[in-house]
């Protein structure tokens, strides 16, 4: 199983986002993709427990910002954790619930307000728990070393549960089993080549070349597989890069780029009509701009890209603070109080 563990600042969001579908897609959409796919795109979500918390979105969005308030320490008291099953792994819906009830004790929170919901939308089953940081004491709980007490969690699971194992990056084991040969090395070696060529170039003809020029050939189709020296095929997604997602990858460094060039030739611009070109360094000259939407976009596609960079993150994974429709309601937000 995989394990995420994400800290954020809105409650409203992010249960919006565990209880709702995809807002990106059509009713018709939803019936054609559940048809194609074998999965629930409509009414995708099912709660399967809660605590503390009551009511609709909005009812329980308040009540978790209530307690909140109980510590003004606490910037971002949301928790959201979420677990993935290996492809081919089943549980019942009690054993989902026991899971999800032994994830919130390992992080502490179990007598904090969460609800717990299982998403019906992919192949593999998974559920996300949005989590108040802040008890009812007013005391929040550590967010230190999450996505290692994550990674340990699943392993014990896995184990008592006889589900897939799945191997931890080596940055959480200890030094005597890092020092361990691992099965997977092949499958590490090809990840690490994917993740940093897509660090590297902007466009698919350069990712393939660059990714030929190490040894591998390369199998595009409906999705991608790559052949390494000795032979061996291995597909993108068994990496944690599918071709969707190396696409999306791809696409948002462009976007990158354009934003990155449009924000140059601002400073530029800006320089020249001045008059102040001598008193700015090129470090000290973006400072100025920082909270322009230029800018901000800029940071939120270097969040994203960074986000999806990381091989067990999928699109269906990406916070709800990093996509388009957060960045867009920010802006509106912020555009309000500049009105008034």
């Given at each position: 199983?995989?394990?995420?563990?994400?800290?954020?600042?809105?409650?409203?969001?992010?249960?919006?986002?565990?209880?709702?579908?995809?807002?990106?897609?059509?009713?018709e959409q939803k019936r054609e993709m559940s048809l194609?796919?074998?999965?629930?795109?409509?009414?995708?979500?099912?709660?399967?427990?809660?605590?503390?918390?009551?009511?609709?979105?909005?009812?329980?969005?308040?009540?978790?910002?209530?307690?909140?308030?109980?510590?003004?320490?606490?910037?971002?008291?949301?928790?959201?954790?979420?677990?993935?099953?290996?492809?081919?792994?089943?549980?019942?819906?009690?054993?989902?619930?026991?899971?999800?009830?032994?994830?919130?004790?390992?992080?502490?929170?179990?007598?904090?307000?969460?609800?717990?919901?299982?998403?019906?939308?992919?192949?593999?089953?998974?559920?996300?728990?949005?989590?108040?940081?802040?008890?009812?004491?007013?005391?929040?709980?550590?967010?230190?070393?999450?996505?290692?007490?994550?990674?340990?969690?699943?392993?014990?699971?896995?184990?008592?549960?006889?589900?897939?194992?799945?191997?931890?990056?080596?940055?959480?084991?200890?030094?005597?089993?890092?020092?361990?040969?691992?099965?997977d090395q092949r499958q590490t070696r090809l990840r690490?080549?994917?993740?940093?060529?897509?660090?590297?170039?902007?466009?698919?003809?350069?990712?393939?070349?660059?990714?030929?020029?190490?040894?591998?050939?390369?199998?595009?189709?409906?999705?991608?597989?790559?052949?390494?020296?000795?032979?061996?095929?291995?597909?993108?997604?068994?990496?944690g890069f599918s071709l969707s997602k190396i696409e999306?990858?791809?696409?948002?460094?462009?976007?990158?780029?354009?934003?990155?060039?449009?924000?140059?030739?601002?400073?530029?611009?800006?320089?020249?009509?001045?008059?102040?070109?001598?008193?700015?360094?090129?470090?000290?000259?973006?400072?100025?701009?920082?909270?322009?939407?230029?800018?901000?976009?800029?940071?939120?596609?270097?969040?994203?890209?960074?986000?999806?960079?990381?091989?067990?993150?999928?699109?269906?994974?990406?916070?709800?603070?990093?996509?388009?429709?957060?960045?867009?309601?920010?802006?509106?937000?912020?555009?309000?109080?500049?009105?008034?």
């Amino acid at each position: 199983m995989i394990g995420t563990v994400i800290t954020g600042s809105s409650f409203y969001h992010l249960i919006s986002y565990v209880l709702e579908d995809k807002k990106d897609l059509s009713e018709e959409q939803k019936r054609e993709m559940s048809l194609r796919d074998g999965v629930q795109h409509k009414d995708r979500a099912e709660i399967l427990a809660f605590n503390n918390c009551f009511g609709d979105k909005y009812e329980m969005a308040e009540q978790f910002r209530d307690v909140a308030r109980l510590s003004k320490r606490v910037e971002k008291p949301a928790f959201h954790l979420s677990i993935r099953l290996a492809e081919g792994d089943h549980l019942t819906k009690d054993q989902l619930i026991e899971l999800g009830e032994a994830l919130v004790k390992e992080f502490n929170v179990a007598d904090h307000q969460y609800l717990m919901v299982f998403h019906k939308d992919t192949r593999e089953q998974h559920f996300h728990i949005v989590v108040n940081r802040v008890g009812l004491d007013g005391k929040a709980a550590s967010d230190s070393n999450s996505y290692r007490r994550m990674a340990a969690f699943c392993r014990k699971q896995e184990q008592k549960l006889g589900l897939t194992q799945v191997l931890s990056p080596k940055a959480f084991l200890s030094k005597e089993q890092q020092l361990t040969p691992r099965q997977d090395q092949r499958q590490t070696r090809l990840r690490d080549h994917i993740r940093n060529t897509l660090k590297d170039v902007n466009d698919y003809p350069a990712f393939e070349k660059t990714i030929r020029s190490l040894g591998y050939t390369v199998i595009k189709g409906r999705g991608i597989a790559f052949i390494d020296g000795k032979k061996v095929k291995i597909k993108g997604s068994d990496v944690g890069f599918s071709l969707s997602k190396i696409e999306r990858i791809l696409s948002l460094k462009k976007e990158l780029a354009y934003k990155q060039q449009e924000q140059r030739n601002f400073e530029s611009l800006s320089r020249n009509q001045s008059g102040k070109k001598n008193h700015y360094t090129d470090n000290d000259w973006p400072q100025h701009n920082n909270g322009s939407p230029l800018v901000l976009g800029i940071q939120n596609l270097a969040n994203l890209i960074e986000w999806l960079l990381q091989p067990e993150m999928t699109d269906n994974t990406i916070p709800y603070e990093l996509t388009q429709e957060a960045y867009d309601r920010k802006q509106k937000r912020k555009q309000k109080r500049q009105s008034h």
